[in-house]
């Protein structure tokens, strides 16, 4: 099946630094990608809609300045949280879907930021 | 507004009864539904979806328009059920993205 890779896993940084998480499509070409967040104990929230080669889709409430999102090749997105702070804090997780209209999204292991 | 709506933050059953998660939605369309489930320590993964009616691991889910509801259920719980599990609905507009419930923990004790 098709696997998803974040790296890193985890990472700790201080505040008002930014740090990159990426997101790989490992044997497939992903021509979307979507980037969640998961508080403890709750949904997925949808941040951003990633598109190869377009600019991303921010949801509602989510600043697109703070969290830019990068999808340069159909196999790697990237998010970068800008300025972290400790309330950023929080499990992140991408998946990536390989058409448009595909039903089926492959997710990431997620990677959980602890910002301090 | 598109929402969906898993009513319970948990269900706990014993092994071998039946169990149905709930789960409705509001979608002014013609919804796709999925169910995903996670693992102990494993990632968000496919179970199943509306629109292929099968059933996995002996899940099956109806999609009923007039509820609104698109239920997950199994006839024999087993313990390796055990997992969190989150309705999902796709929106066909706007990149077709992904809306997803609060999620179920299930809990099937022995």
């Known amino acids: 099946g098709a696997v998803v890779s974040q790296h890193p896993s985890w990472v700790i940084c201080k505040s008002g630094t930014s740090v990159k998480i990426e997101c790989r499509s490992l044997?497939?070409?992903?021509?979307?990608m979507f980037w969640y967040r998961q508080f403890p104990k709750q949904s997925l929230m949808l941040m951003a809609t990633?598109?190869?080669?377009?600019?991303?889709?921010?949801e509602q409430g989510v600043e697109k300045d703070k969290f830019l999102i990068n999808h340069a090749s159909l196999t790697l997105s990237t998010l970068t949280v800008t300025s972290a702070h400790p309330e950023d804090s929080s499990f992140y997780i991408c998946?990536?879907?390989?058409?448009?209209?595909?039903?089926?999204?492959?997710f990431g292991p997620g990677t959980r930021l602890l910002v301090l | 507004a598109q929402r969906v709506t898993q009513p319970e933050k948990l269900l706990s059953v014993f092994k071998g009864a039946p169990v149905e998660l709930k789960c409705n939605y509001s979608?002014?369309?013609?919804?796709?539904l999925f169910w995903y489930v996670q693992y102990s320590r494993q990632r968000l993964q496919l179970l199943l979806r509306?629109?292929s009616r099968e059933s996995i691991k002996g899940f099956t889910a109806d999609l009923n328009k007039g509820e609104t509801s698109f239920h997950l259920k199994k006839p024999f719980a087993q313990e390796e059920d055990s997992a969190m599990y989150y309705c999902?609905?796709?929106?066909?507009?706007?990149?077709?993205?992904?809306?997803f419930g609060a999620g179920t923990r299930l809990f099937v004790k022995a």
């Open positions: 979608y002014s369309g013609s919804p796709e």
């Open positions: 044997d497939f070409q992903a021509t979307t």
């Open positions: 998946s990536a879907r390989v058409r448009l209209s595909s039903e089926t999204q492959y």
């Open positions: 509306h629109i």
């Open positions: 999902a609905l796709k929106s066909m507009g706007g990149g077709f993205k992904t809306i």
């Open positions: 990633s598109n190869e080669g377009s600019k991303a889709t921010y």
